[in-house]
């Protein structure tokens, strides 16, 4: 089936579900929005070669499963979901089952050795081959590459973005990660760093306007590291080149670097009133100790350096982080020093995860994982605590704010109200009806969790009351 360029990527999907003999594919993804991301090239690669797309694995003739390996209980995650899908291959034997992303490409043909029902392996650089691979396990084989790729792989196709909240994009720039921090496995599951021409960006910008999104996201392991044509265009750049595309988009990235964020884009962002004030800055651990440890390549004062150069340049910024409790020797002197740089830095928002050693990393070869679980589990709950504490200082706030916020959806607990994001990414709930979804309204924060901003839509005279009784 030829696909036109100007195709949605609705009337990509109809078209490809028109075809009463094509076979059928369902993607179940984990992990991070990368792998969101990359599950929208594989149904694109996939709807080319021929295949409709469902939503229920029941009626698949391709289940493919997009994974994640970050900590082992992501993988224990996917290998209990790979029993309840074994039981479709059972009751339709023809039924295919493929693993994508990072645990096919850490365990490659160990995986089909372990889980007997699965006929595919493909690594994250692997996808164009998908249909030569599918073809293969067809004719009764297991099908496996694992290849990586020093090429950003997928830099023409033209994502099909399934999901049902047609506000919101991702568009990926760089791929791969270079960083080699001592606990993680991504550098071995998507191999080295490499950016995609920035006319491909732009191009795939302008067709996710024309689709009518209203908010992208750059996408990328380390997206400081974007560097096109030996730094012809940077992160800093790219940013600025996509912001200006059209003031209605806005603009987030995901995920930044300390050691390689620089006071360029923070400028950058500064300038442009479509790009979120919103920084994802994981930090990991609080003490020097730990970092060098985990071999992030910054202290904790050239950290708390970067949080400072952003707040002067742009004090209403949200910042968030990622930390990991309870890594390899460390002490409750360096875990106080997380909860005191945590404190310091006061995050919007934070993921918090214990530490899990992953085989063939720098610290599961070198370093004992000797926190016992007990304190892990304790330390992170530490974590947690103080978290929830500066989410609802930094919620508390917002109140009697007025936010523009971009419409995404029906609340989950209720039909009578809508959620949407502000620019700082809070989430925010507001009574209101579906026809909204996709539009910005102008929302009164009247009340708050720790996880949620809650409010309604102001009018032009609800505005202006509020103003004249402050006046
Ligand atoms: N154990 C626990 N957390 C980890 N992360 C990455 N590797 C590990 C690991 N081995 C966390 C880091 C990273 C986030 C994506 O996952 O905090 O920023
Ligand atoms: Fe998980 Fe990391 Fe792979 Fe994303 S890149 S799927 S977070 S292991």
Known sequence: MEIKKYMSSDEKIALANLNPGAKKIFIETYGCQMNVADSELVYSIMIEDGFAVTDDYNIADLILINTCS??????????????????????????????????????????????????????????????????????????????????????????????????????????????MCAFCVVPFTRGRERSRNPE?????????????FKEITLLGQNVDKYNWNNGEVNFAGLLRMVAI?????????????????????????????????????PVQAGSNNMLEKMRRGYTREWYLGRIKAIK??????????????????????????????MEEVG??????FKYSPRPGTYAA?????????????????????????????????????????????????????LFGRNSQNKVIVFPGKDFRIGTYVN???????SATLLGHITSEDDLISKINKKI
Not at 167 to 175: D, N, Y
Not at 313 to 327: E, F, L, W
Request: net charge negative.
């Open 245 to 281: 595309k059209n003031p209605n988009l806005r603009v987030r990235f995901s995920t930044s670097y300390p050691q390689d964020f620089t006071d360029e884009v923070i400028k950058v962002m500064s300038e442009h009133e479509n790009i979120c004030k919103y920084i994802h800055l």
């Open 365 to 417: 070869n070198n370093f004992p994982d000797d926190v016992s679980e007990e304190d892990k589990s304790r330390r992170l709950s530490e974590i947690i605590e103080i978290q929830h504490k500066l989410s609802l200082e930094s919620n508390l706030k917002d109140l009697n704010k007025i936010f523009s916020v971009l419409v995404e959806g029906i609340s989950k607990k209720s039909d009578e109200r």
């Open 443 to 449: 929302v009164l924060v009247t009340d708050c969790t």
């Open 70 to 179: 970050v900590r082992d209980n992501a993988e224990q995650k996917i290998r209990n979901r790979l029993k309840v899908l074994g039981l479709v291959k059972r009751s339709r034997p023809g039924v295919l089952i493929g693993i994508l992303g990072c645990m096919a490409e850490r365990l490659k043909e160990q995986l089909i050795e372990e889980e007997k029902l699965v006929d595919i392996i493909a690594g994250p650089d692997s996808y164009r081959a998908l249909p030569k691979l599918v073809a293969e396990a067809e004719s009764g084989q297991k099908a496996i590459n694992v290849l990586l790729s020093r090429e950003e792989t997928y830099a023409e196709i033209s994502p099909v973005r399934k999901s049902k909240n047609k506000v919101t994009a991702f568009v990926s720039i760089t791929r791969g990660c270079d960083n």
């Open 312 to 341: 002067t340049m742009i004090p209403d910024c949200a910042i968030s982080t990622d930390i990991i409790a309870g890594y390899c020797s460390e002490t409750e002197e360096d875990h106080k020093e997380t909860l005191s740089l």
């Open 200 to 212: 491909t960006i732009l191009r795939e910008v302008d067709e996710i306007i024309s689709e009518g």
């Open 347 to 352: 995050y919007d928002y934070a993921y918090m």
